[in-house]
Structure formats: structure tokens, C-alpha cells
């Protein structure tokens, strides 16, 4: 009964332990002013989380996703603001002749990266927007 009760309580452990570092690595703001990163969006059709930080954005907190502008750092934004810089496919707007560029606003954080990002501004442009896959 006693190794059953360490064996329950051990994977339980870890996982809060887990949870209050990524935490504190991924919240704790750094006091610093805000970055803004601007550019055009880069439109990844398949996304592949597989990192400690993907998966605490995206089943943790299921509102932030990830954003990508050209020439920036990989950032998380909230639905709301993702919707602002993919109001349709990338396909149609290839088709079209458009891209976004957008203004986003980035708190650095202690431990490194950024924060939450805030959407400011995002505008469209002509030309063919960059897809991945």
C-alpha cells in the first residue's frame, strides 16, 4: 500500500513541479519596456508544437496561439488577435494578390523570449504572403 501511494503521488509531483517552472519561465515579466516587431505575417499551414512552451500555451491556456512575422522571434498572441492576421486562407490570398503586415507588441519576460504579444496594427499589402508547411 505504502509504494503504491509513492508510486500515485510521484508522477503527480513532478507534474505540479513542471507546472510552477513553466510558470515562472513564461509569465514572470522582466520590468523591461515592450518590444514592437513589425513585418509580414508567414502563414505556417501546419503547426507541430513540441515544445514544453507550445504545449503549456495550447492546452494550459487554449487561448493563445502562436504567430509568426517575418524576421521576428516566434510569438503567442490571443485568438481574437490571431483571427486579425489570418482572416482567411493563405491560399485565397495568394490567389488574390495579398499579404498582411503587422505591428505586434511583445513584453520580454525575466527568463528570456516574450511574453503575450498584443496585435497593434496589421494592414494588407500587395503582393504573395509567405506559406509553409
Known amino acids: 500500500m505504502r509504494i503504491l ?14 507546472f510552477v517552472l513553466s510558470l515562472a519561465m513564461y509569465r514572470i515579466p522582466s520590468g523591461r519596456r515592450a518590444t514592437v516587431f513589425e ?3 508567414h502563414y505556417q499551414v501546419v503547426e507541430l508544437g ?7 500555451e495550447s492546452v494550459v491556456y487554449p487561448n493563445r496561439v502562436l504567430a ?7 510569438l503567442y498572441v ?4 490571431k483571427r486579425k492576421l489570418w482572416p482567411e486562407s493563405p491560399f485565397a490570398m495568394d490567389e ?4 498582411y503586415s503587422a505591428k505586434i507588441l511583445a513584453p520580454p519576460l525575466l527568463f528570456g523570449g516574450y511574453g503575450v ?4 496594427d496589421v494592414r494588407r499589402v500587395k503582393g504573395a504572403p509567405k506559406i509553409s508547411k
Open 5 to 18: 501511494k509513492k508510486v500515485f503521488l510521484f508522477p503527480l509531483a513532478i507534474a505540479a513541479l513542471w
Open 39 to 41: 513585418g509580414n505575417v
Open 50 to 56: 513540441l515544445t514544453n512552451r507550445d504545449f503549456l
Open 68 to 74: 509568426r512575422l517575418e524576421g521576428a522571434p516566434e
Open 78 to 81: 490571443s485568438v481574437s488577435d
Open 96 to 99: 488574390k494578390g495579398y499579404a
Open 117 to 120: 504579444s498584443e496585435v497593434v
